[in-house]
């Protein structure tokens, strides 16, 4: 079968210094206890020989970035960073569509006879983001911060605009979004953009309840400190718990199996009763 795939029409020439990543990257070595960002991806959606994927990375920008460019630059090395092929390259030629149809999109893998997905062609991007303003430090509440908008094609014309207007019309904020594309060949015309905009509203919406998650589950956490430290101040000295018990230390994690955001809503509910009975109890 002949290989169909070239740049995509609307593409620049392809960058030969992509390639993918296989160690940690600077960035992580140089903050080694800077926690991972969350992230969501969608399904891909294939049509006729193209493949389309979003992710969806959660954003707080550092002190220092506070105009676009600096933005930009920090989503660029974020875009640069993301694994594409080790997070979702099975999941994109499991079916065997869109630019993985019959056998095509595959790169030579690790081991005799293996495969993986190859680099995505495109990875469109746009981020949105509250940011301090020049020589503000955040002091002075609302009025130290301003949103700023960044976007790219990589490519893609008009790719990185229609991810922008996708987070505008969702209102979202501090968050980087990146389209990924992978060309076979054929066109497809204006129904690209719809794909972009389908995977990357999904994506959000997957990000936000991986976020609604955390909260919740950070929220309870405190909770339970909360609840311990007051019954430790009613109950006699000799069993009072310290500041380093286990029973106060140990709570990282306790509720990362639950994914229903509703009984970790009514657990807080149960917890908030509690705490307030024990600082009834306590102030009496």
């Known amino acids: 079968m002949t290989n169909k795939r070239t740049s995509s029409p609307d593409s620049g020439p392809s960058d030969p210094k992509r390639t993918r990543t296989e160690v940690p990257s600077l960035h992580s070595w140089l903050h080694p206890n800077e926690p991972p960002p969350l992230s969501a991806h969608s399904p891909p959606l294939h049509e006729s020989s193209s493949t389309f994927l979003s992710f969806t990375v959660s954003l707080v920008p550092p002190s220092h970035i506070t105009t676009e460019t600096s933005l930009a630059k920090e989503a660029r090395r974020i875009v640069r960073e993301l694994d594409v092929v080790s997070q979702v390259g099975d999941l994109v030629m499991g079916s065997g569509e869109g630019a993985f149809q019959s056998g095509e999109g595959r790169a030579v893998g690790r081991g005799k006879g293996k495969e993986r997905a190859r680099e995505p062609d495109h990875r469109m991007w746009a981020c949105r983001a509250l940011c301090l303003k020049e020589g503000k430090n955040g002091t002075e509440g609302e009025e130290d911060y301003h949103l700023i908008e960044?976007?790219?094609?990589?490519?893609?014309?008009?790719?990185?605009?229609?991810?922008?207007?996708?987070?505008?019309?969702?209102?979202?904020?501090?968050?980087?979004?990146?389209?990924?594309?992978?060309?076979?060949?054929?066109?497809?015309?204006?129904?690209?953009?719809?794909?972009?905009?389908?995977?990357?509203?999904?994506?959000?919406?997957?990000?936000?309840?991986?976020?609604?998650?955390?909260?919740?589950?950070?929220?309870?956490?405190?909770?339970?400190?909360?609840?311990?430290?007051?019954?430790?101040?009613?109950?006699?000295?000799?069993?009072?718990?310290?500041?380093?018990?286990?029973a106060i230390a140990s709570n990282g994690g306790k509720y990362d199996t639950i994914e229903d955001v509703a009984k970790l809503e009514r657990l807080i509910k149960a917890k908030e009763k509690t705490k307030a009975i024990l600082e009834s109890k306590q102030s009496s």
């Not at 953009?193 to 405190?222: G, M, N, P, Y």
């Open 150 to 246: 960044s976007f790219n094609d990589d490519g893609e014309k008009f790719g990185g605009e229609r991810i922008l207007k996708v987070l505008r019309e969702q209102n979202a904020v501090d968050v980087l979004t990146v389209c990924a594309r992978w060309y076979g060949g054929d066109m497809i015309g204006p129904i690209r953009f719809q794909h972009i905009a389908t995977t990357v509203q999904t994506s959000l919406k997957s990000l936000l309840h991986f976020v609604q998650l955390r909260d919740l589950r950070t929220a309870l956490e405190a909770l339970d400190e909360e609840i311990t430290l007051l019954r430790a101040a009613t109950a006699p000295t000799s069993s009072a718990p310290s500041q380093n018990d286990p």
